[in-house]
């Protein structure tokens, strides 16, 4: 199967905005593709609608007729489930080719959805795991951003391939973007990514603050609710932060234009509790930092562990913050570049052309 003039039903757990994860840019690459992309967002408080954002992609609100199926027996939730992606069709006019669900939550027991949609489970997040086992067993492949996902969703399904994150390449659409570093300091230690996530060790990130007055702390990001996250996250250690004369919290920018963002610093950041070092082996940002060159200072990061020549990687969240110097002092230019999401889209039909072929 080519990836090229589907109809692409894309199952969400973050809704859209200008905050992009992988889900987002998947959604954008597969319209460029010819295809025509649906993005359902998480549910929501208000009713259903369909608007068709700038890149092309439909972005649909949807009110769920069936809900709760996942206290069901298997049998009645597939059936309220194939029930569900009728009306949902009906809903928006377009019999899918494809299904490709990154939510584990929601239609996760696709076995009695008609054979002539190919399913497609998708784990990015190791905490997504509700129904994941159901969702992995009746889909026709499976994908995992990391070796524990895979690991996982192979016991449930053989056809289940590690696509590690994508990063989002210069392009002539990037947004025009014209930012100034804040700060009066001349060294910049960037961090961006979303601030409401519980994995952020804040406390290592004040110490590291407070340890050099001389350099600008700059976090970039949604912080509180945003479309990838309905939660506000109080930590003592992000209020501290704020006091202090280094330290600047910035609102978040579009996803097209963080490439250039990151060129304007001299060290990223990776800060993660060393409890949450295995959920966020391969975090998103992390390939977005490799493309920039840029010195990157990081908390342990396994999926990443051979890129150890391009990162100054801890093992223990307490070497952090010395080896910030270090990170500042590097005049090398880290050439590197990962997959971007056009390369991960050829990765992915190769893996899907392999399943169909057995």
């Given at each position: 199967m080519n990836l090229k003039d589907k109809n692409i039903l894309i199952v969400s757990p973050e809704a859209w905005g200008i905050n992009y994860v992988s889900k987002h840019h998947y959604a954008n690459q597969l319209v460029k593709r010819s295809n025509k992309v649906y993005f359902l967002n998480p549910p929501g408080s208000g009713g259903s609608s369909i608007v068709k954002v700038e890149s092309g992609v439909m972005v649909v609100d949807y009110k769920m007729k069936f809900r709760g199926t996942w206290r069901l027996p298997g049998f009645l939730?597939?059936?309220?489930?194939?029930?569900?992606?009728?009306?949902?069709?009906?809903?928006?006019?377009?019999?899918?080719?494809?299904?490709?669900?990154?939510?584990?939550?929601?239609?996760?027991?696709?076995?009695?959805?008609?054979?002539?949609?190919?399913?497609?489970?998708?784990?990015?997040?190791?905490?997504?795991?509700?129904?994941?086992?159901?969702?992995?067993?009746t889909s026709d492949i499976c994908f995992g951003t990391t070796k524990y996902i895979v690991e996982e969703l192979s016991r449930y399904n053989h056809n289940s391939y590690k696509i590690g994150h994508g990063y989002q390449a210069e392009?002539?659409?990037?947004?025009?973007?014209?930012?100034?570093?804040?700060?009066?300091?001349?060294?910049?230690?960037?961090?961006?990514?979303?601030?409401?996530?519980?994995?952020?060790?804040?406390?290592?990130?004040?110490?590291?603050?407070?340890?050099?007055?001389?350099?600008?702390?700059?976090?970039v990001g949604p912080d509180g609710k945003s479309n990838l996250s309905n939660s506000v996250l109080e930590d003592q250690y992000k209020d501290l932060l704020r006091k202090l004369d280094n330290v600047y919290f910035m609102p978040p920018v579009h996803s097209r234009a963080i490439p250039q963002l990151l060129k304007m610093a001299d060290v990223l950041l990776?800060?993660?509790?060393?409890?949450?070092?295995?959920?966020?082996?391969?975090?998103?940002?992390?390939?977005?930092?490799?493309?920039?060159?840029?010195?990157?200072?990081?908390?342990?990061?396994?999926?990443?562990?051979?890129?150890?020549?391009?990162?100054?990687?801890?093992?223990?969240?307490?070497?952090?913050?010395?080896?910030?110097?270090?990170?500042?002092?590097?005049?090398?230019?880290?050439?590197?570049?990962?997959?971007s999401y056009q390369d991960l889209m050829i990765s992915i039909e190769r893996c899907i052309q392999k399943v169909q072929e057995n």
């Open positions: 939730s597939a059936l309220l489930i194939k029930l569900e992606l009728n009306l949902f069709e009906k809903y928006v006019g377009i019999k899918f080719d494809i299904i490709w669900n990154f939510d584990s939550s929601r239609f996760f027991n696709l076995s009695m959805v008609r054979t002539s949609i190919f399913k497609i489970c998708h784990i990015v997040d190791l905490n997504q795991d509700l129904q994941r086992p159901l969702l992995a067993s392009t002539k659409e990037n947004m025009d973007f014209s930012f100034k570093m804040p700060g009066i300091n001349t060294k910049k230690a960037l961090y961006v990514g979303n601030l409401s996530m519980k994995y952020i060790d804040w406390e290592l990130l004040y110490k590291t603050a407070t340890a050099y007055p001389k350099v600008d702390l700059v976090f990776i800060a993660y509790k060393e409890k949450y070092h295995r959920d966020q082996s391969a975090p998103h940002k992390m390939n977005e930092y490799l493309a920039s060159g840029k010195p990157i200072l990081a908390t342990f990061t396994e999926e990443y562990i051979h890129c150890k020549n391009r990162i100054f990687m801890t093992i223990r969240n307490s070497e952090f913050t010395p080896l910030l110097s270090e990170a500042l002092d590097s005049i090398e230019t880290f050439v590197f570049k990962p997959d």
